[in-house]
């Protein structure tokens, strides 16, 4: 459980830094001021889905957002992404850059936990059940 808030938190403060980025300028840069807001609006309902959805793919959805954010700056970065070329500086690059990388080896401990096991009740009473159908 603890695995789920940890990746919710990396997911919200990715969202936090592009949301920021966002109002500091990127909302006028082609496409990528638009793909910014889907990635917000994306890792909202993400975060959402780890702390309620009490499934593995919930740790994918994770991994798969902090792989796709960090692909798309490392692409921004080398070889340009829709005409904008980033550089890897500033404190809000490498907190993005930490914060995702986290989203995704939490995500991935999330799909690779147990499934939590059914409370001792249902398992007396399917025990049971099982009994009588014996007789």
């Not at 695995?3 to 840069?29: D, E, K, N």
């Not at 992404?81 to 914060?99: C, I, M, N, P, Y």
Request: charged share 10%; proline share 2%; with cysteine.
């Amino acid at each position: 459980m603890t695995m789920r808030y940890l990746a919710a938190v990396a997911v919200l403060s990715s969202v936090a830094i592009h949301l920021t980025l966002w109002f500091q300028g990127m909302r006028s840069v082609h496409v990528i001021g638009h793909a910014f807001l889907a990635n917000v609006a994306g890792g909202l309902v993400i975060a959402v889905l780890l702390v309620r959805w009490r499934h593995a793919g919930a740790g994918v959805l994770a991994a798969c957002f902090g792989a796709s954010t960090l692909g798309a700056f490392t692409l921004a970065s080398t070889i340009g992404l829709f005409g904008d070329h980033e550089k890897w500086a500033g404190f809000s690059v490498f907190a993005a850059a930490t914060v995702e990388i986290v989203a995704i080896v939490a995500g991935l401990a999330i799909m690779l936990e147990d499934p939590e096991p059914a409370p001792v009740l249902a398992r007396v009473q399917s025990v049971g059940a099982n009994r009588s159908d014996r007789a």
